[in-house]
């Protein structure tokens, strides 16, 4: 059971080039979450799933798109990139929203930096 | 205002010490309450979560919840340098579909 996997690790983007985040989860969770974190700052959400085929924006999506065809993978992905995209993405899942069950697993995280 | 605030620290204790670690939000719907602990240059990992007023142990934390001041804090007994890292409070409103995280507040546990 590997829980949430991302790739890459680490990345290089230049200004105006696009790129895909890969989340995998093997929990069979129905939801899925993308976070940006940056330096000392907590995570802000990007966009969210609550199952296979249903997407929705959180607080910060300007400049991303999210596809979710299967349970188990969630891409993110990067157009344009700006220098304003350099951040830490995590993925999470959850088994439910609310109630038990609903805190989140994360991955490991993918360090993006754009120049 | 935001949804969930922290004090950012860091927050310095002895080895042994109670670390007191606070947390207030905003949105009085919020009805489930977690404490996470991330690493530097690691991902957050859940530590205790809280659902009703009062107190949860669990091992050397403790959460608490207050709902009516709008409230949350964890308690670490007996503080080890292991403990010395960022941790976040995150709130959720069920069927809302989204958590809002703090920014975290930086425990150093001296040896």
């Known amino acids: 059971n590997a829980g949430v996997t991302q790739t890459p690790k680490f990345h290089i983007l230049k200004i105006g080039q696009s790129m895909t985040l890969q989340c995998t989860q093997d929990?069979?969770?129905?939801?899925m979450y993308w976070y940006r974190q940056d330096p000392g700052m907590g995570l802000k959400l990007i966009y969210y799933?609550?199952?296979?085929?249903?997407?929705d924006k959180g607080e910060v999506p300007n400049g991303y798109n999210v596809s979710r065809s299967t349970t188990e993978d969630f891409p993110l992905r990067l157009e344009l990139a700006a220098p304003s995209q350099t951040s830490v993405y995590f993925c999470?899942?959850?088994?439910?929203?609310?109630?038990?069950?609903?805190?989140?697993?994360f991955g490991p995280g993918t360090r993006l930096t754009v120049l | 205002q935001k949804e969930v605030e922290q004090n950012s620290g860091p927050l310095s204790v002895p080895e042994g010490a109670i670390a007191s670690l606070n947390c207030t939000y905003s949105?009085?719907?919020?009805?489930?309450f977690f404490w996470y602990r991330q690493y530097s240059g690691k991902s957050p990992e859940l530590i205790m979560f809280?659902?009703?007023?009062g107190d949860k142990e669990d091992g050397r934390f403790t959460a608490q919840l207050n709902k009516a001041s709008q409230y949350v804090s964890l308690l670490i007994r007996d503080s080890q340098p292991s403990d010395s890292a960022t941790y976040l409070c995150?709130?959720?409103?069920?069927?809302?579909?989204?958590?809002?995280f703090g920014s975290g507040t930086k425990l150093n546990v001296k040896p």
């Open positions: 799933s609550v199952g296979a085929g249903i997407t």
């Open positions: 809280i659902y009703s007023n």
């Open positions: 929990m069979n969770h129905n939801y």
């Open positions: 995150a709130v959720n409103r069920y069927n809302f579909n989204k958590f809002y």
């Open positions: 999470a899942s959850s088994y439910s929203s609310g109630g038990a069950h609903n805190e989140q697993f």
């Open positions: 949105d009085r719907g919020s009805q489930s």
